[in-house]
């Protein structure tokens, strides 16, 4: 009965597991972030290259 009670009151590995889940947490809330924001960048990349093409062709 006491090995049981040990085993439930045992706490030795319970800081291991809060910071592997808070450190899943930022990796998934960076990931999705980082998904977000790729559709913004690639209208900022679209917008430069229209420029840079519209400049091209008057400097022609």
Same mark, same amino acid.
């Given at each position: 009965?006491?090995?049981?009670? !040990? ?5 030795? *590995? ?15 809330? +960076?990931?999705?972030?980082?998904? *977000?924001? *790729?559709? #913004?960048?690639? *209208?900022?990349? +679209?917008?430069? !290259? +229209? ?6 062709? #008057?400097?022609?």
């Amino acid at each position: 009965m006491n090995t049981l009670y !040990n085993l439930w009151n045992d706490e030795q *590995g319970q800081d291991l597991i809060e910071y592997t889940l808070l450190m899943a947490f930022v990796a998934l809330a +960076s990931a999705a972030l980082f998904l *977000g924001a *790729g559709g #913004s960048i690639k *209208g900022i990349w +679209s917008s430069t !290259n +229209s420029q840079l093409t519209a400049a091209n062709t #008057s400097a022609s």
